[in-house]
């Protein structure tokens, strides 16, 4: 298969993967407005990513927001969502490529978002949320005298924040420790070994530590761009990524994210895990 088809393929799956995994929530009300890589297993190739320059405190001063009119609902395409990618980035939120199109990157950072302001998420953009992009909120500090360089993942919002140097430089939906208790049979070290485990992700206060590039097999599953903190538990990229906790403990993370944050979380940096998720 051509280079150019690979990717084709495989934006289509990274979109499909959220959006088929993450149930969107209802519509929201409406009115007046709307690196390329290739993984070891399956061969996955991601879009284009990109961050912000500036930390995001200095982009959001330096760029006061205007809001388009209309709503949005995903699969749109157009100016108003090549405004809304732009805001997001800005932001310090991670919605892919700036292509005015409305997949499931986009989909994933406007969840990431919605949360952070309070918003219920939801696949449709209306007045609360381009209103929200006008005056957003900063994400809540969980560890006020943390490390210049650390990640916070609040689990009672299913987000998580990386700040470099004191300032956010990335803010990502994420789905964490289901909480269910789990028995899975897999074969492990060319044994077939019975798991069994709480599917809770531990609060605390960890670092980063060992990592793969590209897919990693363990015991209960494909892990992408793993980044381990605790143990066994890792910040990885899933394709189920959806709005609940949903993984047997690790903190997953939408596959365009998980493959720069690699470049951007160093060995022994902080990761603080906070909260508690109410169903």
Not at 150 to 169: C, D, F, H, P, S
Not at 187 to 212: L, M, Y
């Amino acid at each position: 298969m051509g280079v150019r088809r690979r990717l084709a393929a495989a934006v289509v799956l990274t979109a499909g993967a959220v959006l088929v995994s993450g149930g969107a929530a209802g519509a929201e009300q409406t009115g007046p407005l709307a690196r390329t890589g290739a993984a070891a297993a399956g061969h996955v190739v991601t879009q284009a990513v990109a961050i912000p320059a500036a930390p995001v405190t200095q982009a959001r001063a330096a760029k006061p927001f205007v809001a388009p009119h209309g709503s949005l609902k995903l699969g749109a395409k157009g100016a108003a969502v090549k405004e809304l990618q732009s805001r997001l980035r800005e932001l310090g939120y991670v919605p892919g490529e700036i292509d005015a199109k409305y997949g499931g990157t986009t989909q994933s950072a406007v969840w990431a978002f919605q949360k952070v302001q309070g918003i219920s998420p939801t696949s449709t953009i209306g007045n609360r949320t381009w209103r929200a992009l006008e005056l957003p909120k900063a994400p809540q500090v969980l560890v006020p005298n943390g490390k210049p360089d650390r990640v916070e993942i609040n689990l009672t919002k299913q987000i998580a924040v990386l700040y470099r140097a004191g300032q956010v430089r990335l803010i990502t939906h994420i789905s964490s420790g289901s909480g269910i208790p789990y028995c899975e049979t897999a074969v492990w070290q060319g044994k077939t070994q019975r798991f069994c485990g709480s599917a809770r992700t531990p609060t605390g206060n960890f670092k980063t530590t060992w990592r793969r590039s590209g897919w990693h097999k363990s015991y209960l599953g494909q892990l992408y761009n793993p980044i381990f903190f605790n143990g066994g538990i890792a910040l990885h990229g899933a394709l189920s990524v959806p709005l609940y906790p949903a993984s047997h403990g690790c903190v997953r993370l939408p596959m365009h994210v998980a493959q720069v944050l690699p470049g951007l979380l160093g060995t022994g940096v902080p990761v603080h895990v906070k909260g508690r998720f109410q169903r």
